[in-house]
């Protein structure tokens, strides 16, 4: 699933930086007045039931602009257009009723902080389509988050075309990619154990007050990209397109 691991050269950016792979990456910082006692616990409202909470794929990545996204998406410039959530999920569905179902698909961007936001609901052929994550990576790097209730939620980081990991967020210690072990500190910090015995029965194991793995794999793309994805931000005006996963 995803692409082949390959070889990761180190991506150098216009600012001199390099990717979270080669040493770089923002650290989540603290608001004045507000003490957070677990990384994941702003995220809770992921596990509530909403918009994402059965099917979608939320991505962020670097240094690109929505429409510069889009397009890497296989968008058409011409087909960019601004969309409230309500417009996304509306449009989202229209692609789901239609003859190419299994080709395109509908997707929201924003853009924060140097990344843009992607948000695909019923879908998520970003982050499981080799050919979109590879052109989506390129000189840059993407963070890919995957839900699905009625399959596998997973985690994904690529930079420069290439998958760096990969694990199930049931299973993070059975990570895939040309260096699964890249994030195996951060993944720690936020309660994804990449050292989990998969003996272990969660049922019995995790807390109620647990929120679950999905708010922590947000937990651990803040780590990466340094911004927290806040509910309101499904407030704000996007630009939307069809994308085409060939």
Not at 67 to 96: N, Y
Request: glycine content about 8%; hydrophobic content about 40%.
């Amino acid at each position: 699933m995803g692409l082949e691991p390959e070889d990761l050269h180190p991506v150098s950016l216009s600012s001199g930086s390099t990717l979270v792979g080669d040493g770089w990456h923002h650290d989540a910082q603290p608001i004045m007045g507000v003490t957070v006692t677990d990384p994941h616990e702003e995220f809770g409202w992921l596990s509530e039931f909403g918009p994402l909470h059965d099917v979608s794929c939320v991505s962020f990545v670097r240094s690109l602009t929505p429409v510069e996204a889009l397009t890497r998406l296989g968008a058409e410039t011409g087909g960019i257009e601004a969309a409230a959530f309500e417009e996304l999920q509306e449009r989202t569905m229209k692609c789901v009723d239609s003859d190419d179902r299994m080709r395109i698909g509908y997707v929201g961007a924003l853009e924060k902080d140097g990344w843009t936001v992607l948000i695909q609901l019923w879908g998520a052929s970003i982050a499981v389509e080799r050919s979109l994550l590879r052109r989506l990576s390129q000189a840059t790097e993407v963070v890919s988050i995957n839900r699905n209730l009625h399959a596998t939620d997973f985690f994904v980081y690529a930079a420069d075309g290439d998958l760096v990991t990969w694990f199930d967020l049931l299973g993070p210690e059975a990570r895939v990619g040309s260096d699964p072990d890249r994030l195996v500190d951060m993944m720690r910090e936020v309660g994804l154990d990449p050292d989990l015995d998969p003996d272990l029965d969660l049922d019995e194991d995790l807390e109620d007050s647990d929120p679950g793995e999905f708010p922590r794999a947000f937990a651990l793309a803040r780590k990466i990209t340094g911004f927290p994805f806040s509910q309101n931000m499904l407030d704000t005006r996007l630009l939307g397109a069809v994308i085409n996963s060939r």
